[in-house]
């Protein structure tokens, strides 16, 4: 979803956005085709096969975003092709590039040194930050509220990996005058188990593959999410918020949020959960 906003910065300008990413379990690959990209769908990772692919097209601009794609296959293509290289990063890795973007508000540009050429741009300041124009739409607009009802957003990403939907669900049926939006996608392997959960709870609304996101934020009064890319998404809309670190690559925003006083779930605990929502409604 991240480099779809990028793409279309590029595309604006009239630049040919090419997608090159694999047929995986649960992809969104779709969204491509839909936003009228092209799309090529790659066997693999290897840079034998990226640098054919880099040379039949004739690429100029090769921007990688995956964790398995590292410093030796980009120098490597970048030796053989001469492609300029532009990477995102959120992770501190080393890296071969002419340009390396880490979007999230946590973004440490001294982080970098020795990790990446001298000549590299670094974009690691929060005008950075990937946002989609819904965003920008949805915070320009006032929304009303319900005085006598708390909203509450969540979101633990759209394949919910850690499998913490239902259990938050649970916790948040103990408050009164609540209501939950919960934002998934259909790459959630547990989707029909959550649809039998929340089938008779008025109280929850799912949105499956929503498009509306940010006007779900611009609606609520607190949001529970990962510290991932949609906390970046929560900042902006300067929603108050619950993270909840759910992977390794997260370690860097849990970081600066303890460092700033936000609240923060290390871990995920009913008890501790349960006694933050208490205190945010209050």
């Known amino acids: 979803m991240r480099d779809l906003v990028l793409a279309q910065q590029y595309a604006k300008r009239g630049d040919d956005v090419i997608f090159a990413t694999r047929d995986l379990e649960g992809n969104i690959n779709h969204k491509v085709v839909e936003a009228g990209y092209k799309l090529h769908i790659l066997r693999s990772n290897a840079k ?9 097209l004739h690429i100029d601009l090769l921007i990688i975003d995956n964790y398995a794609i590292e410093y030796k296959t980009e120098k490597y293509l970048k030796t053989k092709t001469g492609v300029k ?15 390396l973007l880490n979007h999230n508000i946590s973004a440490n540009k001294k982080r970098y040194k020795n990790l990446v050429p001298k000549t590299c741009k670094l974009r690691c300041e929060k005008k950075y930050t990937l946002l989609r124009d819904e965003f ?9 509220k319900d005085t006598e009802t708390k909203h509450i957003f ?19 049926k103990n408050f009164q005058h609540i209501k939950v939006s919960l934002v998934t996608s259909s790459a ?12 008779n709870k008025k109280w929850v609304t799912l ?15 607190l949001a529970i999410v ?8 929560v900042f902006f809309m300067e929603l108050p918020f619950i993270a909840i670190r759910t992977a390794a690559n997260q370690d860097d925003m849990v970081a600066f949020l303890e460092k700033n006083s936000y609240s923060i779930l290390r871990t995920f605990s009913e008890k501790k959960l349960y006694k933050k929502v208490k205190e945010a409604l209050l």
């Not at 034998?48 to 039949?56: C, G, M, T």
């Not at 959630?188 to 089938?199: D, G, I, S």
């Open 226 to 233: 990962t510290p991932s890319v949609t906390l970046n998404e």
């Open 85 to 99: 290289i532009f990477v995102l990063d959120d992770t501190y890795e080393k890296h071969y590039c002419d340009i």
């Open 188 to 199: 959630n392997k547990e989707l029909e188990k959550l649809q039998r959960y929340v089938k």
């Open 207 to 221: 949105h499956v593959n929503s498009t509306k996101v940010a006007k779900l934020m611009a609606k609520s009064d």
């Open 136 to 144: 920008y739409k949805a915070k320009q607009k006032k929304y009303k």
């Open 154 to 172: 969540v979101a633990m990403g759209g394949a919910d990996t850690a499998g913490l939907n239902i259990p938050i669900l649970k916790i948040l």
């Open 48 to 56: 034998k096969e990226l640098r054919r692919l880099i040379e039949n």
